[in-house]
């Protein structure tokens, strides 16, 4: 078992950054792929980032490539967001998923039906 903890949401206007934690638990971190997910009202769940076991690979939902990174302190078994020149569009509650199957390039990390684990999420909210 796997407990998933998001922290560091927030309210920020257009253009401002915040910096999304998600702390695990229970296993050995290091095994699992990490991913985040985004749910705004009204709205179907969207993949944003996921990252493989090491840290060498990573993936972005085309909507957030170039503001979004996504990170990994094996030490600490935390993953990181860090979201930068963030739109009001961006607004949702943002959830850290985990799952213990291998990294299988691009593209293969985006359904959160292929994780094991899944946080309580944390809100952003982003002002005009």
């Given at each position: 078992q796997v407990q998933l903890v998001e922290s560091g949401g927030g309210l920020v206007q257009a253009g401002g950054s915040l910096r999304l934690s998600c702390a695990a638990s229970g296993r050995t971190f290091s095994d699992y792929v990490m991913g985040w997910?985004?749910?705004?009202?009204?709205?179907?769940?969207?993949?944003?980032?996921?990252?493989?076991?090491?840290?060498?690979?990573?993936?972005?939902?085309?909507?957030?490539?170039?503001?979004?990174?996504?990170?990994?302190?094996?030490?600490?078994?935390?993953?990181?967001?860090?979201?930068?020149?963030?739109?009001?569009?961006?607004?949702?509650?943002?959830?850290?998923?985990?799952?213990n199957r291998p990294w299988f390039g691009t593209g293969t990390s985006r359904s959160l039906n292929d994780y094991d684990y899944r946080g309580q999420g944390t809100q952003v909210t982003v002002s005009l």
């Open positions: 997910f985004r749910q705004a009202p009204g709205k179907e769940r969207e993949f944003v980032a996921a990252i493989s076991w090491s840290g060498g690979s990573t993936d972005y939902a085309d909507s957030v490539k170039g503001r979004f990174t996504i990170s990994r302190d094996d030490a600490k078994n935390a993953v990181y967001l860090q979201m930068n020149s963030l739109k009001p569009e961006d607004t949702a509650i943002y959830y850290c998923a985990a799952r």
